[in-house]
């Protein structure tokens, strides 16, 4: 399984950027797709993720901010961030999850850069 991300970039605070992964390959037994951040200095650590039947969970620090959305057909996750803080500002990184065997699969990283 390949993933791609996109959509990484500079954004003021309290602006709005929208993240893409594409999921390619060997796809079948792929159950939770999501977003893990990491900031310089910091573990990496959960943002949101959705199930192929559309349950999701987010951190609380992104609750009411961000929004996860997946397009099963296009094998695509989303990540519409809104109203960024300058503690957004990080590495975000795709990931992919088989239930069965269980596997964890990562995408290379986009970098969102939040100023003040």
């Known amino acids: 399984v390949q993933l791609q991300a996109y959509g990484g970039g500079l954004v003021q605070a309290g602006g709005s950027l929208r993240l893409s992964c594409a999921a390619s390959g060997n796809i079948f037994g792929i159950n939770v797709m999501g977003w893990h951040h990491q900031a310089p200095g910091k573990q990496r650590e959960l943002v949101a993720s959705i199930t192929s039947g559309g349950t999701t969970t987010y951190a609380d620090s992104v609750k009411g901010r961000f929004t996860i959305s997946r397009d099963n057909a296009k094998n695509t996750v989303y990540l519409q961030m809104n109203t960024l803080k300058p503690d957004d500002t990080a590495v975000y990184y795709c990931?992919?999850?088989?239930?069965?065997?269980?596997?964890?699969?990562w995408g290379q990283g986009t970098l969102v850069t939040v100023s003040s």
């Open positions: 990931k992919a999850v088989r239930i069965y065997p269980r596997f964890e699969y």
